[in-house]
């Protein structure tokens, strides 16, 4: 897969204007060259950048670290918080990532449960409202 770096640059400047972040704070925040800054998030240069380059990046935009590189690769990005391995021999990171994922689907799991029983009673009420209308109507008669 190619990379993306227009999408790169998309990102940073996004995320710079939902923090309210100059390009100074973020070099700062970042402690990533100028130079270096500028080239990515202009995109006027497009070359093999660090993974610690575009972590330091993600981490000073507040992002997951493995927010840019996953941009980058055109993979979903993870959230903060979210585990990301460092590659396919990271065992422990790939597990994590499961156990991340197995407690998202328990939660909606869990959510899905709720909103079942919420439609339960809702269609509870509207037999309710229906028999009681029928009721009137034969009473009617």
């Known amino acids: 897969m190619s990379e993306d770096w227009v999408a790169v640059a998309r990102a940073i400047n996004q995320r710079m204007a939902e923090l309210g972040l ?8 970042s402690q990533v060259s100028k130079a270096t800054v500028r080239e990515i998030q202009h ?15 993600s981490v000073a935009l507040d992002l997951h670290a493995g927010y840019l590189a996953a941009v980058l690769a055109g993979r979903r990005p ?20 499961i156990e991340h994922q197995l407690r998202e ?15 339960d009673e809702i ?12 009721n009137g109507r034969q009473q009617r008669r």
Do not use: H, K, Y
Not at 44 to 53: G, K, L, P, Y
Not at 78 to 94: A, K, L
Not at 123 to 134: K, N, Q, W
């Open 123 to 134: 269609s509870a009420s509207v037999e309710t409202v229906l028999g009681s209308i029928s």
């Open 22 to 29: 100059s390009q100074r704070e973020f070099i700062a925040r």
């Open 78 to 97: 993870p959230e903060v918080g979210e585990p990301t391995p460092r590659g396919d021999d990271d065992i422990p990171g790939r597990l994590a990532v």
């Open 43 to 57: 995109n006027t240069a497009q070359r093999r950048r660090s993974d610690r380059t575009l972590e330091a990046l």
């Open 105 to 119: 689907i328990t939660d909606r799991l869990r959510d899905l449960g709720t909103v079942n029983e919420r439609l």
